[in-house]
């Protein structure tokens, strides 16, 4: 039973556009959230985190909100580039495991 | 500073051989973490290390695969023998406390046919 959806196996945003990711999750342990982001033949590069205490979190061009009443949290790019297309994982973790808990993926295009 | 770095990047072995993976944390990352991901499927967590100690080896699929993480520094993941289901990117990880961000290598390409 997966605990962490991306449902969006793939989105294409034109350059200059808003990207947005979302990500579902069942369990109401999890207090830390994390995109990562991945290029073909790398390993996940860690984007952007949350915890649960926040409803947003912003870093430059990237911000994660938190909605936890949903347990829903989402990925905003603003502006897209080019070179932001790959795939985004949502993961999750609970203190005391701190294993991380990853979604599908979803594969962002942003069309130049 | 240097990255997580894991060897080899890829290979490519036959039903019922075993293959050992290699995993060199960032230096001074006590926490070591494998995680699996086969075949565009989600990233499952396989085990994790407290320097030497194995602190979580929940995600381990069965006694095929072994995992050693001697002094405390890198550490190897044997799987003998490879099954078919096997196959997938082995991707390694570290942090410096448990609670801090975990940061990836560039993952193994194991192929078993």
């Known amino acids: 039973d997966q605990q962490v959806k991306q449902n969006s196996p793939s989105l294409s945003v034109q350059e200059g556009r808003i990207s947005i990711l979302n990500c579902d999750y069942t369990n109401s342990m999890f207090d830390y959230f994390l995109w990562y982001k991945k290029y073909p033949a790398e390993g996940p590069t860690f984007l952007i985190s949350i915890s649960s205490i926040k409803d947003k979190n912003e870093d430059g061009r990237f911000t994660v909100f938190l909605n936890k009443s949903a347990k829903h949290l989402s990925l905003h790019i603003v502006p897209s580039q080019p070179g932001d297309s790959a795939v985004y994982f949502c993961a999750a973790s609970t203190s005391g495991t701190y294993k991380y808990i990853f979604g599908t993926g979803t594969r962002l295009k942003v069309l130049a | 500073e240097a990255g997580v770095t894991q060897f080899p990047s890829h290979s490519v072995i036959e039903k019922g051989q075993t293959v050992t993976l290699r995993c060199d944390p960032i230096s001074g990352h006590d926490n070591l973490y494998w995680y699996r991901r086969v075949m565009g499927k989600e990233i499952k967590f396989l085990l994790h290390?407290?320097?030497?100690?194995?602190?979580?080896e929940s995600g381990m699929p069965n006694n095929r695969f072994l995992a050693e993480r001697t002094g405390g520094t890198y550490s190897t993941l044997k799987v003998q023998p490879a099954e078919l289901e096997d196959s997938g990117v082995y991707f390694c990880?570290?942090?410096?406390?448990?609670?801090?961000?975990?940061?990836f290598g560039p993952g193994t390409r194991l192929l078993v046919l």
């Open positions: 290390f407290v320097k030497e100690s194995k602190q979580d």
């Open positions: 990880a570290s942090s410096t406390q448990v609670y801090e961000t975990q940061y």
